[in-house]
């Protein structure tokens, strides 16, 4: 499995209005997310080698990768992932709680920030960045509210105690606003998300499971290759 400079598409230069208020997404984010329909999520409590798994998750087709604050490297990783893979990928940050990280974000290469609340200053320093965000919500309240402070798209979690059905009755009412469900989505799990409205799902454990804590690089691959499949409709 050897990553290739020669796939660029990572979405970014379709552009999108996601309505007359928000305009175009400069981020180029909200147009990858449509495209791609997947988010990678790397999460751990421990150092792991994060830029082999994103390696790995990169040559199995996923454009979009997630790493999270806490774990332990992120800014270093996102900075090794942007020198390496250029604009192929986008990589970024989540749990992105304050102002600081976004700016540690911008400054890595990162490309978007995840939160898993609604902070208008989070959403306001990463738009001043340029670089795209995700705020997490989880009613309707908190999705029209989250909005309001023009983000990419919502994240709608966590999502798993939710459902697509739960997805498809925020998106009737809503069909202006992208949604990113996140948090427990099985490769089943996908095509039912994506029909119910979401634009992109965003998955953790269920895609990179054991892999930074030493799991097989290989079984990444063969999960990375099937939520490929699974966010492009191919299943």
Known sequence: MTHTDT???TGTDTGTKSNPEHGCDPSGLTAALKHHGLVAILRSRTPGPLVDVLRVLADAGVRIMEITIPTPGSLQAV????DEFGSSILVGTGTVLTEAEVHHTAAAGGRFVVSPN????????ARAARVGSLPGAYTPTEIVEAWRHRPSAVKVFPASGLGPGYLADIAAPLPDIPLV???GIRVEDVAAYRNSGAIAVGVSSPL??????GGSLHELYQRATEFVAAARGEQ
């Open 79 to 82: 900075r090794e992932a942007t």
């Open 7 to 9: 796939d660029t598409d």
């Open 181 to 183: 469900p996140t948090g």
């Open 208 to 213: 990179v499971g054991d892999a930074l804590t």
């Open 118 to 125: 609604v902070d208008p200053t989070v959403i306001g320093a």
